[in-house]
């Protein structure tokens, strides 16, 4: 009986696991003609400035627009395209298109930063990385420091390689932000040999903190800690007023999430600018 059991629950993991694994490669294999096919859209979601409600800049998102499939959401295909290295040219498209529309913005007299996410496989390759860069920032024209690179705490795990390469970033005049803050494992005090100059305080502590005393804790020690190594906060994924006033309260100046607005395309967001928000 057991045994039978065993075996039946084996073939339903086996099975799903193929389905799993012939799922990723069917995905893949559109992702890679995706890029030629112009598939890919950026969307904007924006940064306010939590006093006075201003939009001072933006996050860059991917959206993937299959004809047949709809909006595949990036939770999907990113780590599709981080395992067979087809992050490496998407990843490329998505720093030139973001540099691209932040120069619109800034000529039509928009003072906005806007960010955009580079993934660990990105850094693997250093020097092309670099090249990209410069190159994305020389076609466009855009004012570098008003560009903002996010990366995830995981990659500061390599303290000699991301060291590097992270101050050739900011020699170039890029910001650079720190993603998801408080879910990895680094400390603040480990942070200050990196040239990181925005936290990004994760989602999941602004969505507690509201209700859990220790995570309203918790973010108020990163917001003093932060401060205190001159590094400024950004609150990911806030939701409601109530998570809005505590960040406040606490000192974190900026905030993203969809209490203010979800992405939206460039030209949306274009009109937020001119509306405001609310
Ligand atoms: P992320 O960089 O941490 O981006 C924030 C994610 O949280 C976005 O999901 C955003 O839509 C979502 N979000 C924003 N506000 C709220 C909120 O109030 N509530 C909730 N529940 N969610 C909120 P999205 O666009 O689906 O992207 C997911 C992840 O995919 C990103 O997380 C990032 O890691 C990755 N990603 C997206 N675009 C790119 C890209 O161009 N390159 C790379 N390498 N990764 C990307
Ligand atoms: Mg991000
Ligand atoms: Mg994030
Ligand atoms: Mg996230």
Redesign the pocket.
């Known amino acids: 009986q057991a045994k039978q059991q065993g075996r039946a629950t084996y073939r339903f993991y086996t099975q799903a696991l193929h389905d799993q694994s012939v799922e990723r490669v069917q995905l893949e294999r559109l992702l890679r003609h995706a890029l030629e096919r112009n598939e890919f859209e950026?969307?904007y979601?924006p940064q306010v400035d939590l006093c006075d409600g201003r939009i001072i800049g933006c996050?860059?998102?991917?959206?993937w627009n299959h004809p047949g499939m709809g909006q595949v959401?990036?939770?999907r295909f990113?780590p599709i395209?981080?395992q067979s290295g087809l992050?490496i040219d998407?990843?490329n498209w998505?720093m030139k298109q973001a540099c691209h529309q932040a120069k619109r913005w800034h000529d039509q007299g928009w003072d906005i930063k806007v960010s955009?996410?580079?993934?660990a496989r990105?850094f693997m390759r250093s020097g092309e990385l670099m090249q990209s860069l410069r190159d994305a920032l020389a076609e466009s024209g855009v004012d570098p420091t008003r560009m903002e690179v996010?990366l995830?705490e995981s990659l500061l795990l390599d303290p000699q390689g991301m060291g590097e390469i992270l101050h050739e970033i900011r020699a170039l005049g890029i910001q650079l932000a720190l993603?998801?803050f408080g879910t990895g494992y680094s400390s603040l005090s480990y942070l200050r040999r990196f040239p990181i100059s925005i936290l990004?305080i994760?989602?999941s502590f602004v969505?507690a903190a509201d209700n859990n005393a220790d995570d309203a804790e918790m973010v108020k020690t990163i917001i003093g800690m932060a401060h205190n190594l001159r590094m400024s906060l950004i609150a990911?994924?806030?939701?409601t007023n109530a998570q809005r006033d505590m960040l406040e309260t606490q000192g974190c100046e900026v905030g993203?999430?969809?209490?203010y607005s979800?992405?939206v395309p460039a030209t949306e967001f274009s009109l937020l600018l001119q509306q405001g928000i609310r």
């Open positions: 950026l969307y979601q996050e860059a998102l991917i959206r959401s990036p939770a990113i395209a981080e992050i998407i990843g998505v955009f996410n580079v993934s990105q996010e995830t993603d998801d990004k994760d989602r969505s990911e994924g806030i939701e993203q999430g969809y209490h979800c992405p």
